[in-house]
């Protein structure tokens, strides 16, 4: 569904990330691979997908956070002299508070990652985008951003922060042939699960209508939909891929 | 997007996004059952010749929806084949436009029996067929209209909003059988009806409005119904999915 795109995907060492990674080269994508950190292991994975996908992954391993670092990997994309045709803005760090206990600097810390970040790296990589008159952006948002769950006040912000910061490129670039839309994940099987307790998770379980976890690769498979041409008159949008979440 | 091995059922293949669905599903590796109202020899060469191009079958399945009778009896015809049913994309439908004093309650009550209940009766007996495959995914075709509103159009946008509180409802009710329920909303898309009017600058207006600064395609809604009947979208029920081109 990818065949010849060029993509860049953030935070695809685990979870959803690693997902969205494996299913773009499998539907043909040539993909630049963030991380945080050049590991050996980081980049045999993509070594290994490259020659099982027949398409080229470039690992790009970069602090989100660090605005020279981000400006540097933004050049060597524009050195490649390749067109970039799809961002997915999926790294992000998940924080678990109450309202009144939520510290300034977690709320702060949060922010830079999960949005400022984002904001920055959507940017750069969005002029290249319109300087081609074609390219498709995915954030990975969340259901937190949608529904009031305990503990996510921080979490959630960050999230609904990027869903309004898509609707709003969606209708600045639409006219450049851009097209920005988000995917909204509800409970899904990853590492972020583990920092909620067992039995929170099953409620959440017995609150969706599938009566299911969601697993990276429901998620992904959402994200290689949205980045193809078969959604080309889908902008703005916020896809919920949560299992039907009772809210 | 890969619906090899699936059989599928389509309302309203006759036209517009019905038969760019069609083809969309067939393309895609799926066996369809294209429900119609009339036979047309036009139509039953074009479904030849898309059996041939995408080497599956598509029956035609001819009924009307005002009567419930005859829309029994496709349901027995489709029974026949004896093929597990995946899918069904409710397509089918009409409008009704005319300003809100103007509305005549028999032509209220025609959509309304055309697009809402005549459709939950069939919908209805579809379930029954798709709990036994073990699930299945259902699309049904809502509005934006249904959620932003457009005048002239108060019967027609209820009746798809009716879609929309359907899809929610039956994905709860039938989400632990493993049927996923989701619907799409277009925008302005071209077809027979609005070509004339787009060409004609009639249209300028709301395509102003228009992110993306032009009319959808029956083509590009197609995708978006065939993405929903895929596994593609296992984790994806109970939505409302516009396809708009960004509509602010």
Request: net charge positive.
């Amino acid at each position: 569904m990818l065949m010849g795109k060029t993509a860049l995907i953030t935070g695809t060492r685990r979870g959803i990330g690693k997902e969205i990674l494996e299913q773009f080269a499998m539907n043909g994508a040539n993909i630049w691979a963030h991380a945080r950190v050049e590991t050996p292991e980081f980049v045999d994975y993509c070594n290994s997908l490259s020659k099982k996908y027949s398409v080229k992954v470039t690992p790009l391993c970069f602090e989100l956070t660090d605005s020279e670092a981000m400006k540097a990997a933004v050049k060597i994309i524009m050195k490649s002299k390749e067109p970039i045709d799809i961002l997915v803005n999926n790294a992000g760090v998940t924080y678990n508070a109450l309202f009144q206990m939520s510290t300034e600097a977690q709320l702060r810390e949060e922010f830079e990652t999960n949005f400022f970040a984002v904001y920055k790296l959507t940017q750069y990589i969005s002029k290249l985008m319109v300087r081609q008159k074609n390219g498709s952006i995915i954030n990975i948002s969340s259901t937190a951003a949608l529904d009031a769950n305990p503990g996510k006040s921080v979490y959630g912000s960050t999230k609904a922060a990027l869903i309004c910061m898509s609707r709003v490129i969606a209708v600045e670039l639409g006219n450049s042939g851009v097209r920005c839309n988000c995917v909204a994940p509800g409970v899904t099987n990853t590492d972020m699960l583990e920092s909620m307790p067992q039995a929170v998770v099953q409620e959440a379980v017995d609150n969706t209508d599938l009566k299911r976890l969601g697993e990276p690769q429901d998620i992904a498979k959402a994200v290689v939909y949205l980045a193809s041409d078969k959604a080309s008159y889908i902008t703005g949008q916020v896809l919920r891929v949560d299992g039907g979440l009772v809210r | 997007m890969n619906l090899k091995g699936k059989n599928v059922i389509i309302t309203g293949c006759q036209q517009g996004i019905g038969l760019a669905t069609m083809k969309a599903a067939a393309t895609a590796g799926a066996n369809v059952f294209a429900c119609c109202q009339t036979q047309k020899e036009d139509f039953d060469s074009a479904v030849a010749e898309l059996e041939s191009k995408c080497n599956v079958r598509i029956i035609p399945v001819y009924f009307d929806f005002s009567d419930e009778a005859s829309i029994k009896n496709a349901v027995k015809q489709i029974q026949s084949e004896k093929m597990p049913i995946h899918g069904l994309a409710n397509i089918a439908g009409m409008t009704g436009d005319s300003l809100f004093p103007m509305i005549r309650q028999d032509k209220m009550e025609m959509v309304f029996k055309i697009n809402f209940f005549s459709q939950i009766y069939f919908t209805q007996y579809v379930v029954r067929l798709m709990q036994r495959t073990g699930g299945g995914s259902i699309v049904n075709v809502s509005s934006i209209s249904a959620i932003d509103g457009n005048p002239g159009q108060v019967v027609y946008s209820a009746t798809k909003a009716s879609w929309i509180a359907t899809t929610k409802t039956l994905s709860k009710e039938l989400g632990p059988n493993h049927i996923r329920v989701n619907a799409v909303a277009p925008g302005v898309i071209e077809s027979l009806m609005t070509k004339t009017l787009i060409d004609e600058g009639k249209m300028d207006n709301k395509i102003k409005k228009i992110s993306m600064n032009r009319a959808g395609k029956t083509s590009e809604v197609a995708n978006a119904i065939v993405y929903l009947l895929s596994d593609d979208s296992s984790y994806v029920t109970g939505q409302i999915l516009r396809i708009d081109g960004g509509i602010a």
